[in-house]
Structure formats: structure tokens, C-alpha cells
């Protein structure tokens, strides 16, 4: 079985620019995770979609969103980029929308660089 | 309310040792603590996860030992070997959402 994929692996953009980053989940899993990770604030969470819709959301700039497809795949878009921004944006997917059984798996990530 | 907090930062072990890396919480809704290895170039992997019905759990060389009183849980690594040698991360979720509080990751070099 297919793990989480994440595509691009690596980008590069500059300030003020916009990106759109993609999330494939597990094969039947449902819920969608977004988490942002950087040296100097750890892993943080971004949002959670489950069916379409957004159930959770982090502290983040109204700069960041996400949608989720109804085939589970998701995106996020980073819009005017800063360079904080500069971080490895982690997807993570579950099975079902109960949490007794919500074990996340999470892809290899996609190093952001903004210069 | 919502912080994980992780120690050591970094831990060196001895190959054949006994790593063990601490967590501690303040929000009393989290009810489920999983433990992630993360390497270099990857995302983030759950190795072992508790729920604060049991005391502790095993699977493997990998414990986690819960304290519900005194709101803390520590990762113990039996045997350590230097393919151990990772980043690992404690996190806690629970109350009205999914989200993951992630600690702060503690770097182990397991040596050989």
C-alpha cells in the first residue's frame, strides 16, 4: 500500500510570491493534516480536512489555507510569501474521522526555501 | 495549556543502552500520546502510541511509561543500536480536536 506522497519534494520561491503545495493520502484514509516544521518552532499544526471540509485550523496568518478534493487529496496554498515561511510543510493522513483509531501517517514532507 | 514538553534535547547512548526520553503535559483532555522517529530527509513515523487507561506499553525494545498524576510520560529505548539514532518527537491530543501537540524533539546518537 501507498504511503502519504507529497509533491514538489523541494521548492524554491521568493518573498512575496504564492505556493501551492499537494498532499496524496493512504488509500481509503480520509482526514487530512497539515503541520509546518522549523528548526526554531518545532511541529506545529496548520489544519485538518476531513469529507471537503476544514475541523480544525492552528494559529496561522490568514496567509496559509487548504482544501481537500473529494478523492481525499489535499493542497495548501502559502500566499505572499515571507521568509519565516521557510519550512518543511508536513501532510499527514488517517482512516477514519474517529479518534480512538485516528493514528496519523505522515509523507516525507516538502522543504519550502523562500529567499 | 496546549505546550508538550520534551527533554533532554539531545541524548547520547551507548550501543546496548537505555535511552530514555521524557514528556510532560498540562491539559488533562489530551487522551492519547503517541511517540514519532523522524530521520533525516523524512517525515515524521509513529513507533509506539498509549492511552491513559494503562500504565504503560510495549512493543519491542519500545516502552512508554504513563503517569497520569503527575501528568507525564517518558519513551524508553531498550538495547539502543546505532540504526535507533534519529530525532524523536512526543506528542498529546485530545479535548475538542485531532490536532497534534508535538514537543520540542530530542536529537539521540546511539554509539557504537
Known amino acids: 500500500k501507498a504511503g502519504v506522497t507529497q509533491t514538489p519534494r523541494y521548492l524554491i520561491k521568493t518573498r512575496g510570491q504564492q505556493v501551492t503545495l499537494s498532499c496524496s493520502p493512504i488509500?481509503?484514509?480520509?482526514?487530512v493534516s497539515w503541520y509546518q516544521q522549523t528548526p526554531g518552532q518545532g511541529l506545529q499544526f496548520l489544519f485538518e480536512y476531513f469529507s471537503e471540509t476544514q475541523r480544525n485550523k492552528g494559529n496561522f496568518p490568514g496567509r496559509f489555507s487548504g482544501r481537500q478534493f473529494s478523492n481525499s487529496r489535499s493542497e495548501m496554498n502559502v500566499s505572499t510569501l515571507e521568509l519565516g515561511d521557510s519550512a518543511l510543510y508536513l501532510c499527514a493522513s488517517s482512516w477514519l474521522s474517529s479518534r480512538l483509531t485516528d493514528t496519523q501517517y505522515f509523507g516525507p514532507g516538502t522543504r519550502l526555501t523562500v529567499l | 495549556q496546549q505546550q508538550v514538553k520534551q527533554s533532554p534535547q539531545s541524548l547520547i547512548v551507548q550501543k546496548g543502552g537505555i535511552s530514555i526520553i521524557n514528556c510532560a503535559y498540562e491539559n488533562t483532555a489530551f487522551d492519547y500520546f503517541p511517540w514519532y522517529q523522524q530521520f533525516p530527509g523524512k517525515g515524521p513515523a509513529l513507533l509506539i502510541a498509549?492511552?491513559?487507561?494503562?500504565s504503560e506499553k510495549k512493543e519491542g525494545r519500545f516502552t512508554i511509561s504513563f503517569n497520569k498524576s503527575a501528568k507525564q510520560f517518558s519513551l524508553h529505548i531498550m538495547d539502543s543500536q546505532p540504526g535507533d539514532s534519529a530525532t524523536y518527537f512526543c506528542?498529546?491530543?485530545?479535548?475538542?480536536?485531532?490536532?497534534?501537540?508535538f514537543g520540542t524533539g530530542t536529537l539521540l546518537a546511539v554509539q557504537p
Open positions: 498509549i492511552r491513559p487507561d494503562v
Open positions: 506528542a498529546a491530543r485530545g479535548g475538542a480536536t485531532n490536532k497534534l501537540i
Open positions: 488509500s481509503g484514509h480520509r482526514s
